[in-house]
């Protein structure tokens, strides 16, 4: 039995999404030494009171969660100043990623990101059976967003066809960042019934905290997205979420499975939301282990392309792949970039100290 002939034509002969390294065998197989840098998520950890919000939900587990996210909402759109009918909260955002093109792009339409985008986009495109135009990149050579987002080349690609771009800002696995102008700029651009999503995944960790957020008033073709899995260390729960117009959200929320986010998740999320003294914590030490290791790394003779993520981008040439083989024999995950058409990059999560001097000690040893 051909059992891909079963699926819908979309769906036939996708690759799913590749999440790297099997973590959890490698944890068996090296137990608690394992340095792992492959997944981006946070070493400093959770907030202490959104891990006291998931203790305090253990009497209510045989419950429901809130279909709505009423509290976390509120409490979103008060950080953020947005109306609550602006917010839908997504299982990761990932999951909202995912409605995006299942909702708005379908058979016949065209979706544009760009080359070395966030690899989610094309999965997204090519499930909801719409077909995905990618627009080249930046060079190398930029001298501040090598193979980032070429707005310009973007609003290019986008044609009669096109009813979705997804941006990535900042953009992952390059840890590029554009400005707010660019991308006001870029907006007056398009035609007004393309939506735009910019994914702000890493939005916490751009000095000067600048967001799309701040455009959402004058575009309502935009929707924002968001996560609590990385600057707030909560990648276990599963919480995203996404900002639009309401009657944008009103559609997308026609999709959304009632019960999409846990209850755990929901206190969590809200919690951590409040510690801001933790965020900022974990933040500076980002950036400063961040600024550390690409010292490091570029004192070594290594191109390191430049971050405002928790993550290096790092171009190892021909030596990648055998770089790649001894970090993981010496108990050092890496995030192998093949995927991307960059075959001769590795993805570097920033760690704590001690994370980061084994990752250098392994990558000395292999020199
Ligand atoms: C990690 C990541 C996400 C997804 O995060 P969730 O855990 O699903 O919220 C989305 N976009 C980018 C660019 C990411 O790197």
């Not at 197989?29 to 340095?35: N, T």
């Not at 792009?105 to 760009?114: L, T």
């Not at 000067?208 to 609590?228: K, Q, W």
Request: contains cysteine; negative net charge.
């Amino acid at each position: 039995m051909n059992f891909d002939r079963l699926a819908v034509p979309a769906l036939q002969g996708l690759r799913a999404y590749d999440p790297g390294h099997d973590l959890v065998a490698w944890r068996r197989r090296v137990g608690p030494s394992l340095v792992e840098l492959g997944s981006n998520e946070n070493p400093w950890g959770a907030s202490p009171a959104a891990r006291a919000a998931v203790l305090d939900q253990l009497h209510a587990i045989h419950r429901y969660p809130d279909p709505l996210g009423g509290d976390l909402k509120r409490a979103l759109a008060q950080k953020h100043g947005l109306a609550v009918e602006q917010l839908i909260l997504g299982n990761g955002s990932h999951e909202l990623l995912m409605q995006f093109a299942q909702v708005f792009a379908g058979p016949g339409d065209e979706v544009v990101a760009s080359q070395y985008g966030f690899a989610v986009y094309a999965i997204a495109t090519q499930a909801a059976g719409a077909t995905l135009r990618a627009a080249p990149a930046l060079p190398r050579e930029h001298a501040t967003m090598p193979r980032g987002h070429d707005l310009d080349a973007i609003a290019e690609a986008v044609g009669p066809r096109t009813k979705l771009v997804y941006l990535a800002n900042p953009n992952n696995p390059t840890g590029t960042h554009f400005t707010i102008d660019t991308l006001a700029n870029f907006l007056r651009k398009l035609p007004p019934e393309v939506l735009v999503v910019v994914d702000e995944a890493y939005a916490e960790f751009v000095e000067g905290g600048e967001s799309a957020l701040s455009l959402l008033a004058h575009h309502p073709n935009l929707i924002v997205t968001r996560t609590f899995s990385k600057a707030y260390a909560l990648a276990g729960l599963r919480v995203g979420f996404a900002v639009a117009h309401p009657g944008l959200i009103a559609v997308i929320e026609r999709v959304r499975e009632s019960f999409n986010v846990n209850c755990m998740g929901l206190a969590a999320a809200e919690a951590a939301l409040g510690d801001v003294e933790h965020l900022q914590w974990g933040l500076a030490r980002n950036a400063e282990e961040r600024a550390r290791l690409a010292d490091a790394l570029r004192s070594r003779g290594w191109f390191v392309h430049p971050s405002q993520t928790n993550f290096l981008l790092v171009e190892f040439g021909a030596r990648t792949a055998a770089i790649e083989a001894g970090l993981l024999d010496r108990g050092v995950i890496p995030r192998p970039m093949i995927g991307y058409g960059l075959g001769d990059c590795l993805r570097i999560t920033v760690g704590d100290r001690n994370e980061n001097r084994r990752f250098l000690d392994a990558l000395d040893a292999l020199a």
